[in-house]
C-alpha cells in the first residue's frame, strides 16, 4: 500500500488537494498527509471521523457519502479510496463513482484498493469475536474497471496482489487500481 501511496502522492504533488474518501480512522490521509500533499478526510460514519479527527488533529475530517459529497465540481486533484467500495451495492457503485469523477479536477486521479470477490454480498455476524450485522459487496475487478470507464475514467494501472497472512488481514486477494479523469 505505502508504494503505491508514494507514487499516488509524487504524480499529485503541488496540484491541489487529495480528499481520502470512506476514511475511517485516517490513517491513509495521514500518510498522503506527512508526505506533504494537502489532504481531507471523508467518512459516513460520525463516529470515524470523530476517531480520525483525534488521531490526526491538523487534518481536516469532515462527515460525508461517497454517493453525494458537498464538494464542489472538480474541488479535488486526487481521490484515494481504501476498501471504502464494500458498503456500496451493485446499485450504489456506478453512483459513487460517478460521485468521484464530479468532484475529481481535470487530469485528476482516483487510487482505489478493493477486496476482490465475485461480484458476491459476504454477510458478517461477527468480527474480531464481536458480534455484529455487517453487509459487504465484494467485485470482480472487471466489474470495477468497467463501471469506472462508463462513468468516464481511464484506467491507468491495475495491481493485484494476494492476501497476507491470516493474522493480519482478511484472506481475500486485494486489488489497486488508478484511474484518470481526462
Not at 11 to 22: H, I, K, P, T
Not at 41 to 70: H, K, W
Not at 85 to 97: G, N, T, V, Y
Request: charged fraction near 20%.
Amino acid at each position: 500500500d505505502r508504494a503505491l501511496l508514494d507514487c499516488f502522492a509524487e504524480s499529485v504533488d503541488g496540484r491541489g488537494v487529495v480528499a481520502d474518501l470512506g476514511c475511517g480512522p485516517g490513517h491513509v490521509g495521514r500518510y498522503l498527509s506527512r508526505q506533504g500533499i494537502p489532504t481531507l478526510g471523508v467518512d459516513l460514519a460520525p463516529e470515524m471521523v470523530a476517531i480520525a479527527r483525534r488521531l490526526t488533529p491538523a487534518m481536516t475530517f469532515l462527515q460525508g457519502d461517497m454517493r453525494a459529497l458537498t464538494a464542489p465540481n472538480e474541488a479535488w486533484c486526487g481521490i484515494t479510496a481504501f476498501y471504502s467500495l464494500i458498503h456500496f451495492s451493485p446499485r450504489e457503485l456506478p453512483e459513487a463513482l460517478a460521485e468521484c469523477y464530479r468532484v475529481l479536477a481535470h487530469e485528476g486521479l482516483l487510487l482505489l484498493a478493493l477486496h476482490l470477490g465475485e461480484d458476491e454480498l459476504i454477510h458478517n455476524d461477527e468480527l474480531w469475536g464481536i458480534p455484529i450485522q455487517l453487509d459487504l459487496y465484494l467485485y470482480r475487478v472487471e466489474t470495477v474497471t468497467d463501471i469506472l470507464r462508463a462513468v468516464g475514467f481511464t484506467l491507468e494501472a491495475s495491481v493485484i496482489r494476494a492476501p497476507y497472512p491470516p493474522a493480519v488481514e482478511h484472506q481475500s486477494q486485494r486489488a489497486y487500481l488508478l484511474a484518470r479523469k481526462p
